[in-house]
């Protein structure tokens, strides 16, 4: 059974960071692309950063570019968000996702991911 298990959000103030972790199970975690998705409430889920299984690389949208850091740890099973200067505009539920590595051309279409974790409350305060 495959789990991705989300864990690090919370409130912070806007201009803060936060580290979000995802801790993958029951797959074999160098074979897939990790994403970051995110939600607001009222709008759609939108990519946020992936990173292919290597860690070789790293996709971000544009409004994260400069702020934001994916990384990940196949010894550990576990892939990472930096979130650096925080707006109030990052606030929403964070989700990370796991891509069989033979779709990692497709690393920034959430409708290809395989798994996907339960996600991680953020919100920024202004």
């Known amino acids: 059974q495959v789990q991705l298990v989300e864990s690090g959000g919370g409130l912070v103030q806007a201009g803060g960071s936060l580290r979000l972790s995802c801790a993958a199970s029951g797959l074999t975690f160098s074979n897939y692309a990790m994403g970051w998705f995110r939600q607001a409430p009222g709008k759609e889920r939108e990519f946020v950063s992936a990173i292919y299984w290597s860690g070789g690389y790293t996709d971000y949208a544009d409004f994260v570019k400069g702020r934001f850091t994916i990384s990940r740890d196949n010894a550990k099973n576990t892939a990472y968000l930096q979130m650096n200067s925080l707006k109030p505009e990052d606030t929403a539920v964070y989700y990370c996702?796991?891509?069989?590595?033979?779709?990692?051309?497709?690393?920034?279409?959430?409708?290809?991911?395989?798994?996907w974790g339960q996600g991680t409350q953020v919100t920024v305060s202004s």
């Open positions: 996702a796991a891509l069989s590595s033979w779709k990692s051309y497709r690393l920034n279409d959430g409708n290809a991911y395989d798994y």
